[in-house]
Each structure stands twice: as structure tokens, then as C-alpha cells.
């Protein structure tokens, strides 16, 4: 294992620290609990947006801490989600008094950690609700799973419900708006390489030197299926057509187009299978409105890439249009 | 003879040592299925539980099982942490009013213990999760005591079959949590929840045997 670390134990302290020198305008860290915070909050009479997970998906969620987005997030370990001691700290230093909102990503140990944060701070009188993402549609949705993984559609959520809640939308509207972008958005990923995990020390998976997996999620769990890689042509459709299938997209619809590398994948390849979606999109009658595209949900230095579309109407362009000052997200500002 | 506080102490210092012996074993097993961090976040929740207790000295063993309950809850993290967190909560609450636990009072911690897990996870037997280590276990028990076994009889018999419960777990395909995301892939597989669940319960059985 090759990585820019002193202990795998420190990996996560020691990010925070640099993290917090870097963007001390807009957030303010605290160590223990970890916890990420709007540098203005609590902001009396806006409703809290916190969402957590586990660390190793930067820039996700600390990243997206600020005005327009979230009020705070909760850094768990590396792959694994935070504890409620940390929730609870960031939902009585958010509350503004307009409730909070607590956005999680749909895996078993984020559920049940969320959860049994919620049921703390509802002792305390603090209105608390959650939103559980879960687009991934490599997962079967079903009985016999723990469910669809929450992935890129997470990242979309929290900017257009962040926005709503800035400019003042009460806790019930942003709940509602919230499954609103939950039940028109999917994604898929695949992965050319493993990752790491600083602890492990090992790739999370394996894979021979001309093998893909396809469908995984964000923790360096493997996916589905394994196959020989293909031309790009070919890995956009393995992608886009089980979304597309999925929710049904279909011709007449207006997207949000989010094409994510999941960390190693550089750029010139991320706008090559980008063109190569938005091709495909406007062949199928689908209109690309808005595209969204980087490094926002990552799993340490794995290759690969994701895709998440979002259906839109006209407040979801707005609100995603909508002023953002975050340490990873600016515009508007 | 029934076990004190200390007793309890005793056996969740036993519980702290085989985690961290069986770290890489269980982070390994998770690897394989899962998201590779069973063992080191057990480890680490069971190394502040024992600075926890060095730091306290609870009076009842009701209440030694909730500085457990609590610690785990905050430290642990992922699916673990609420999962083992309930599960020491239920047993404490359900010893609440023991000084000394005798082998009925082992068996209802034992009892409660797995309906918390159950009620937290919504697992059920043959799932591929700690409720098929804990589930047989539980029934073994209760079966011991019925037999007039002490303490030290009752874990043993929930230790074995915990053990086989785990190993029966290989060929399943996981229907709860990460592992059930590869379908088919999980089979073949020994559950790594499943497993610690059954090193738990082997180490408070060696420490009740002495």
C-alpha cells in the first residue's frame, strides 16, 4: 500500500485538520465528535440540512458544508458511518428552530446509527426528520437485499434541498421536496480498479488486468458482475441503459446529467464517457439541461466512474441553479 | 453461585482480548462479502469500552452491560455499533434488578439481547447475520437451563451452537445488509457478524468455565 498517510488510525483526524485550514471562511471542525459546521450556524429560522457517512468519499459531505447546501456533516470512519454521538452534537448546534432535516444514504449501519440519533434528539424537542437516498439500480430492490445503496443522487439532493431551505422552505416542504428528487433520480458505477482502504491495506476487491466490475457502489464493495473491459462506447450503455430502464426515463424527459469519477479516473476520460452520455441522451429524446461533472462522490483512489441522472422540473432548475458557497461547490456567489 | 459485577467485568475484559486477536480474521471475512471494517471496528469499540470501565466501577452487572451498551453505541459506527449496542442495552435492561445473574438470568439476557438485534436489524434466521449465530445460541441455552445447567453450562451450550450457527452460514446468500448487494457472490462465505457474534459468546463461555 502506497498512500500519503503517517497511521491508517489517524487517517480521518488528520484530513479534518487540513480541511478545516483550508476553508476556515466558510466551516469550522470539530475533532471529537467529528463534526463539520456551517462557520454561521445555527441560522435562527432556517431549517438544518445534516447528512453524514462514512470518510473516503470526499468531497463528499464535509465539502458540501456552507451556504446554499449543508449545515453540517458527520465524517465516520473510513467506509464505515458515523456514530450517533456525533449526529446528536451536529443537530443541537444546527437547529435553528425551524427542525432538522438528516439525509442519509440508504446502507444498514447508516440507517440504524441515523436513527437512533433521530430518536435521541426527538427526546430533547427537537423536530427531526430523515430523508434515505436510494438510486443505485445495480441493486435489486427488493425483499432480499438491505435495499438499493444511496450513491450519486445524494450529491444532487443536498444541493437542491440545500437551496430550498436557504431560501426559507419549512421542514415539511424540504422533506417533501427531498423525496421528490429521491424518487426521480438513479445511478450506476463501474470500477476499473479496486481501492484501498488505509486500514486494510489490501484492494477491497479483486480484479485481473483486463476486468471490470460493474455495478458497485461507493465502499470498495464489489459489484454484480465482472467483465472484460470494453470500449467506452460500450461501458456508457452498461451504465445508462439499466438507469434509463429503470425509472423509465424516456423521450420528452429534461435531465440533470451527473457523470462522477470515483477518484482515479482523470478527467480526459470523465468528459470522454460525458460526451459519450449526452450523445446517447439526445438519440434517445432526452434533454440534457443541466450537467454536473467531477470528482463529488469518490471512493479513495478507485478508477471508474458513475453516472447519475436526475428528472427535472422547473423548481429543481432553479434550485440547483440557486447560489453556492461551499468548500466544494461555488457558484452564483 | 451467580456472577457479580466484577464477574461481568471480568468476562467483558475476555470479550475485548479475543476482538483484538481476531481483528484481521474478521476484517478479512468482511473483505470478502462486506466493506472490510468488522474486525477493526469492533476493536475499536471494545478498546473504549475498556478504558470506559477502567475509568468506572458499575455496582450491578445490569450496569456494566450498559456502559457496554453505551460505548459501543458511540464508538463503534457502522451496522455494528447499533447492532452489539442494543444488544448489551436489552441485556442490561433485562437484568436490571439482579446483583448476581444466575443461569435463568444468563438466559434472559441472552434472550433479550437477540430481540434487540432483531428488532434494530430486521434480520431474520438464515439472512446470513449475526442472528444465525445468536438465534440457535439463545435456544441452546434455554435448553441448558432447563436442564438444570449452572452459568457456566448455559454459555457453553450457546457458545457451541453459535459456533455451528456461524458455519452455516457459508452457504447461504445474504438477504440483510452489505453482503446481500452481491446476491449469489455472497455464498461460500462465512459471515463475518455471524462469527464475531460466536467469538463473543466462546470467550464469555471460557471465562465462566474457570
Redesign the interface.
Known amino acids: 500500500m502506497k498512500k500519503i498517510i503517517n497511521d491508517p488510525s489517524t487517517v480521518v483526524a488528520e484530513s479534518l485538520r487540513g480541511f478545516a485550514l483550508a476553508h476556515a471562511d466558510l466551516v469550522t471542525v470539530q475533532e471529537d465528535?467529528a463534526v463539520v459546521y456551517r462557520a454561521d450556524a445555527p441560522v435562527p429560522g432556517k431549517v438544518a440540512l445534516i447528512s453524514g457517512g462514512?470518510s473516503g468519499h470526499e468531497p463528499m459531505h464535509g465539502g458540501y458544508v456552507g451556504r446554499g447546501m449543508l449545515s453540517a456533516a458527520c465524517p465516520?470512519?473510513?467506509?464505515?458511518?458515523?456514530?450517533?454521538?456525533q449526529m446528536q452534537d451536529a443537530i443541537t448546534k444546527t437547529d435553528g428552530g425551524a427542525g432538522v432535516l438528516l439525509i442519509v444514504k440508504n446502507?444498514?449501519?447508516d440507517v440504524?446509527?441515523f436513527?437512533?440519533a433521530a430518536e435521541l434528539a426527538a427526546a430533547e424537542d427537537v423536530e427531526v426528520r430523515s430523508v434515505v437516498v436510494d438510486d443505485d439500480v445495480?441493486?435489486?430492490d427488493s425483499?432480499?437485499?438491505?435495499g438499493r445503496?444511496g450513491v450519486g443522487g445524494t450529491v444532487l439532493l443536498e444541493k437542491i434541498v440545500g437551496a430550498a431551505a436557504e431560501r426559507g422552505d419549512d421542514l415539511a416542504a424540504c422533506e417533501a421536496l427531498a423525496n421528490r428528487v429521491i424518487a426521480n433520480v438513479r445511478s450506476m458505477g463501474l470500477a476499473l480498479t479496486a481501492c484501498t482502504?488505509p486500514?486494510?491495506g489490501?484492494p477491497?476487491?479483486d480484479l485481473a488486468e483486463d476486468e471490470i466490475e460493474v455495478g458497485i457502489?461507493i465502499?470498495?464493495?464489489?459489484?454484480?458482475q465482472k467483465m472484460k473491459i470494453a470500449p467506452a462506447d460500450e461501458l456508457v450503455d452498461r451504465l445508462l441503459d439499466p438507469i434509463l430502464e429503470d425509472l423509465p426515463f424516456t423521450a420528452g424527459d429534461r435531465v440533470l446529467l451527473f457523470t462522477n469519477s470515483m477518484g482515479g479516473t482523470p478527467p480526459i476520460e470523465l468528459y470522454l464517457a460525458h460526451g459519450i452520455a449526452e450523445r446517447k441522451l439526445a438519440d434517445a429524446g432526452i434533454t440534457v439541461e443541466r450537467r454536473f461533472v467531477g470528482p463529488y462522490i469518490t471512493s479513495l483512489e478507485m478508477q471508474g466512474m458513475s453516472f447519475t441522472l436526475l428528472k427535472l422540473d422547473d423548481e429543481m432548475v432553479g434550485l440547483w441553479d440557486a447560489p453556492v458557497h461551499t468548500p466544494a461547490l461555488r457558484w452564483g456567489v | 453461585m451467580g456472577c457479580t459485577a466484577s464477574d461481568v467485568v471480568a468476562a467483558i475484559k475476555a470479550v475485548a482480548d479475543v476482538v483484538a486477536e481476531h481483528k484481521v480474521e474478521l476484517t478479512q471475512l468482511d473483505r470478502a462479502i462486506g466493506d472490510a471494517d468488522h474486525g477493526e471496528n469492533l476493536n475499536r469499540g471494545f478498546t473504549a469500552v475498556l478504558a470506559a470501565l477502567d475509568g468506572a466501577t458499575p455496582e450491578t452487572p445490569s450496569a456494566v452491560l450498559k456502559t457496554v451498551a453505551t460505548t459501543l453505541i458511540s464508538k463503534v459506527g457502522g451496522a455494528a455499533g447499533p447492532l452489539y449496542g442494543t444488544a448489551f442495552l436489552r441485556a442490561a435492561t433485562a437484568t436490571a434488578k439482579s446483583d448476581e445473574l444466575d443461569a435463568a438470568a444468563v438466559v434472559a439476557a441472552l434472550t433479550a439481547a437477540l430481540e434487540g438485534v432483531v428488532a434494530r436489524g430486521k434480520a431474520e434466521p438464515g439472512d446470513k447475520t449475526m442472528v444465525d449465530a445468536l438465534e440457535p445460541a439463545v435456544r441452546a441455552s434455554s435448553a441448558a437451563a432447563d436442564d438444570g445447567g449452572d452459568v457456566a453450562a448455559v454459555l457453553r451450550a450457546a457458545a457451541d451452537a453459535a459456533a455451528s450457527g456461524a458455519e452455516a452460514t457459508i452457504p447461504l446468500v445474504a438477504r440483510k445488509g452489505r453482503a446481500s448487494y452481491l446476491g449469489e457472490r455472497s455464498a461460500g462465505h462465512l459471515d463475518p457478524g455471524a462469527r464475531s457474534s460466536s467469538l463473543l459468546l466462546r470467550a464469555l463461555a471460557d471465562v465462566a468455565a474457570r
Open positions: 465528535p462514512g465516520g470512519a473510513v467506509f464505515t458511518s458515523p456514530t450517533p454521538d446502507y444498514t449501519g440504524l446509527n436513527e437512533t445495480a441493486v435489486k425483499l432480499y437485499t438491505a445503496r482502504v486500514h486494510v489490501e477491497s476487491f457502489g465502499h470498495g464493495e464489489p459489484g454484480r
